[in-house]
């Protein structure tokens, strides 16, 4: 309902085996998540061997930054993210250990807005993630 700009955001989320999910955050436009946004990857890699992508769990899509380790449940279980934004400085916790250092200035999200909205994505399906324990704290 309000745009965030330097903000901590906790969230433990669910999801169901192969469950895609994302958690959108810094959104200037409503309309358009994917283009005006950015997005953390929520999704079951819990069985995934080798290195990571973007678009493995706790990656930020659309960059080069993926999880400095697989830190997934397996299906069914509680993660836990803690996404923190500080001007261009972005940090992801999952599951207690710090996975992305990144500085947004630096990546194919340097043109973002710096404030916007967050948001939860659902791609529909059955079954789908379930969210819970969603806090906010603002940094000043």
Not at 34 to 49: R, T
Not at 53 to 70: E, L, M, R
């Amino acid at each position: 309902e309000k745009k965030y700009k330097d903000f901590v955001l906790d969230v433990e989320y669910a999801y169901p085996p192969g469950g895609n999910s994302g958690v959108y955050f810094r959104v200037g436009d409503l309309t358009d998540p994917v283009g005006k946004g950015i997005e953390a990857q929520i999704l079951d890699s819990s069985n995934k061997k080798g290195p990571l992508g973007s678009h493995d769990h706790g990656g930020i899509v659309a960059t080069d930054a993926a999880a400095s380790k697989n830190m997934s449940r397996p299906p069914n279980e509680w993660n836990r993210m803690v996404v923190t934004c500080q001007g261009s400085h972005l940090q992801v916790e999952l599951n207690g250990e710090q996975i992305i250092d990144i500085q947004l200035d630096k990546t194919a999200m340097k043109d973002r807005p710096l404030e916007g909205y967050i948001g939860f994505q659902d791609h529909g399906q059955p079954n789908n993630i379930k969210f819970r324990n969603i806090r906010i704290r603002e940094l000043k």
